[in-house]
């Protein structure tokens, strides 16, 4: 079944140059960049959360976000979900340049087509009230459906669309009296309610147990296949991405290191971070690797950064220029682009780091 | 056998600082005994006592561990799994209590210690590493400090021995002597898991808990970790039950898994024979709930429903409302934990071993029910 959305995917090809009207692209981000100012009045130093990030959202397909924590997956999704403004960059939804057309905050066609699903479901439903107001809210702010009957309609419809049954009963009960899996079926419930084309899902299985998780992935799938939503799947859990993600990018330090079709990503990864992040994995059919290099350390402190590939400091095959700036986008292979010195110096056009810098202040 | 023991314990050992252990409290087995299992657990049973009724959060759990062997113990939560961890070590907060069964370690009976003997049994004999090393950590402390107080607070050792150990420790795990006057806030989160690591380490322990060691750490850090414990295994001996949803990741370090489900162990085998040839419907459907990294991608099912409120746990077998291959006894009789192959236990009535004799069936039955 997700062997022909890919067939289809590979159709559309990857274009991040692809324009506005007739765009394959639900979403579009250009250099996207976000700073957070730290420090006081007279040290004033600039977290670098993202750091120029570009990459495509297409039509109907799951685009998986991976990274250690802190690489910046979360802050990408808020930043699409339009919480938190970046420093710079461009949000092409639908071709349409949201930050320029609705620089201020979102409009509300705008947060009704997109919607995000949080990590802890035990924390992002009110607990005072019950299922039914929760799903009632957005119905009611958005002003989809109108009528008291039709809501209630509206809000069984959704139950069930997300697999809690009979929504007759399910609606009426409490957070607390459901489980981790039921909560963050309701939580999808919640986003969907307002029938938005593109979900932003941060992490939304990694607080639930094993068992129940593949139930949600393959709710994701399915409402990816039946209702067309396009996901933005953002997970530290590669092989999860490999399962519903149609294409997986692979963020480190706030930078989007490298992109290719879920399957290829893993077969054949390009960037040494990937390499190392796939090494990582546990592998029941290996057992643990001991004897091979394990490169030590962690995620380099974001507070100004030094100029260059921010995987430098652990990278075995660090060279002079690596240092120096942080090499443009490389495309290696149809829908497969990696931002490394070994592959390529990149597109200097792509690479959007000194308009970045230069709207920093 | 399950002399009954009500214990409510309040200490706890990560605060090292206690007052020093009375000398020649009973002695423990240390490595030399090869043959006797360092532990034995015998039909555990640790209720959580609430105003709507006991919660049996560990119901009849027996394992063995030996000298030098990695256990494994993998569920859900609230599967019991910490809860039996912290029976072991006895520190078990209020509303839970150890209702039945007995832990062996060596010949002492842990659960008739007194203060003073859990004083010295606890880190001497076995330690524990937490899972949140930001909170298993003092932050207005030292790492040394931390490590040195452990020391200090165990043997007759002058602060600057102790801090000399301190020093040794963290080279052993592999943090830089250098870094023993830093507060854990300036340590990485890697680092830190290793602080604590070195805390667990400071009495050479036979048997080392560790509860979900490495859960709050990212996939490479937490690949580092894992090469390091198995590293120091291999060069000091101890042994390991080690805690962790993650059944991908027991594969690797352990040699026997056992499955927990809803407080019971249904399954218990070698790690790769649990691995290619898993027998209980639960550990099946856990197998089929990750994805895998290599190979076709297949759609997976994973487990349908969610785990048993255990105040009402179901009859017969608790896993039978989720089970694919129920029949119509696992709603009946519970199955008895039976080695149906070579080393490999299971509970599960798949398994003729596992249903008890008719004559019993009666009886089990209303022991379900009780």
């Not at chain 1, 682009?337 to 792509?350: F, N, P």
């Not at chain 2, 990485?188 to 805390?199: L, N, P, T």
């Given at each position: 079944m997700s062997s022909s959305t890919i067939d289809t995917a590979t159709a559309t090809a990857a274009s991040t140059t692809a324009d506005a009207t007739g765009t394959p692209n639900v979403m579009e981000i250009r250099n996207l960049t976000k700073r957070f100012p730290?420090?006081?009045?007279?040290d004033k130093r600039e977290v670098h959360a993202l750091e120029d990030v570009s990459f495509t959202i297409p039509r109907g397909q799951v685009v998986a976000l991976v990274g250690e924590s802190g690489s910046g997956k979360s802050t990408t999704a808020r930043v699409l979900a339009r919480l938190i403004q970046p420093t710079s960059g461009q949000i092409l939804y639908q071709g349409r340049d949201i930050l320029k057309e609705e620089p201020r905050r979102a409009s509300l066609h705008y947060r009704n087509e997109v919607q995000m699903v949080f990590q802890d479901p035990f924390g992002s439903l009110n607990p005072a009230h019950p299922v039914k107001y929760l799903l009632e809210r957005p119905l009611k702010i958005h002003k989809t459906v109108h009528g008291s009957d039709a809501i209630q309609r509206r809000v069984e419809e959704l139950l069930d669309t997300v697999g809690l049954r009979p929504g007759s009963e399910v609606k009426e009960k409490f957070p607390y009296e459901l489980s981790g899996g039921q909560r963050q079926r309701v939580a999808f419930a919640r986003a969907l309610a307002v029938e938005p084309k593109v979900l932003l899902a941060d992490e939304p299985v990694s607080m639930l147990d094993v068992s129940i998780r593949v139930g949600v992935l393959n709710l994701m799938e399915r409402l990816k296949e039946d209702n067309g939503i396009s996901f933005l799947y953002i997970t530290h859990d590669i092989a999860s991405a490999r399962y519903i993600g149609d294409q997986t990018n692979v963020m480190y330090a706030g930078r989007m290191v490298e992109s290719a079709e879920s399957r290829e990503l893993i077969d054949a990864p390009a960037h040494p971070y990937t390499k190392l992040l796939l090494?990582?994995?546990p592998n029941p059919h290996a057992g643990l690797r001991t004897d091979e290099h394990i490169s030590r350390g962690e995620?380099?402190?974001?507070?100004?950064?030094?100029?260059?590939?921010p995987f430098a400091p652990r990278c075995p095959h660090v060279m002079p220029e690596c240092r120096e700036a942080m090499p443009g986008i490389t495309h290696i292979g149809p829908r497969h682009?990696?931002?490394?010195?070994?592959?390529?110096?990149?597109?200097?056009?792509?690479d959007g780091t000194s308009a970045a810098a230069t709207a920093a202040d | 056998m399950a002399s009954t023991t009500t214990t409510t314990t309040t200490t706890t050992p990560t605060s090292a600082a206690q007052p020093r252990p009375a000398e020649g409290a009973a002695?423990?087995?240390?490595?030399?005994?090869?043959?006797?299992?360092?532990?034995?657990?015998q039909d555990l049973k640790v209720e959580y006592l609430s105003s709507r009724g006991p919660v049996r959060a560990v119901d009849g759990v027996s394992f063995q561990l030996k000298p030098g062997e990695v256990l494994g113990l993998a569920g859900e939560s609230g599967s019991g799994k910490s809860t039996i961890a912290q029976a072991i070590l006895r520190i078990l907060q209020p509303p839970a209590v150890i209702t039945g069964g007995s832990v062996?370690?060596?010949?002492?009976?842990?659960l008739s210690m007194s203060d003073e003997e859990l004083l010295a049994f606890r880190w001497r004999d076995v330690s524990m590493v937490f899972q949140s090393a930001m909170n298993a950590l003092n932050p207005v402390m030292t790492v040394g400090m931390q490590i040195a107080d452990v020391i200090m607070a165990h043997e007759h050792v002058s602060r600057s021995q102790a801090l000399a150990r301190a020093?040794?420790?963290?080279?052993?795990?592999?943090?830089?002597?250098?870094?023993?006057?830093?507060?854990?806030?300036?340590?990485?989160?890697?680092?830190?898991?290793?602080?604590?690591?070195?805390?667990?380490l400071a009495l050479r322990p036979p048997l080392?808990?560790?509860?979900?060691?490495?859960?709050?750490?990212?996939?490479?850090?937490?690949?580092?970790?894992?090469?390091?414990?198995?590293?120091?295994?291999e060069q000091l001996g101890f042994s390991i039950i080690f805690i962790t949803h993650d059944l991908s990741l027991l594969v690797e370090i352990a040699d026997r898994i056992a499955i927990m489900y809803a407080g019971q162990i249904v399954e218990l085998a070698p790690a790769r024979e649990l691995f290619t040839n898993p027998l209980h419907p639960y550990t099946q459907g856990l197998m089929s709930s990750f994805p895998a990294l290599t190979g076709p991608r297949v759609k997976l099912t994973g487990i349908a429903g969610s785990p048993p409120d255990l105040r009402t746990p179901p009859s017969g077998c608790r896993f039978h409302p989720r089970c694919s291959k129920r029949m119509d006894i696992c709603s009946q009789v519970v199955p008895q934990f039976a080695e149906v192959r070579p080393e490999h236990w299971v509970s599960c009535h798949l398994f003729p071993e596992s249903t008890p004799p008719l004559a019993n069936a009666r009886r089990a039955a209303e022991g379900a029910t009780r």
């Open positions: 730290v420090g006081g009045l007279f090494s990582a994995v995620i380099p402190s974001l507070v100004n950064p030094p100029a260059g590939c682009w990696v931002r490394c010195y070994l592959h390529g110096k990149g597109d200097a056009s792509i | 002695s423990s087995p240390r490595r030399s005994d090869h043959a006797a299992p360092l532990i034995r657990v062996l370690f060596g010949d002492q009976d842990v020093r040794e420790l963290l080279e052993i795990v592999g943090i830089e002597a250098n870094r023993i006057d830093s507060y854990p806030h300036q340590l990485s989160g890697g680092m830190r898991q290793r602080a604590v690591i070195a805390i667990a080392m808990i560790m509860d979900e060691p490495t859960t709050a750490l990212d996939v490479v850090v937490q690949k580092e970790i894992l090469a390091q414990i198995t590293e120091l295994r």
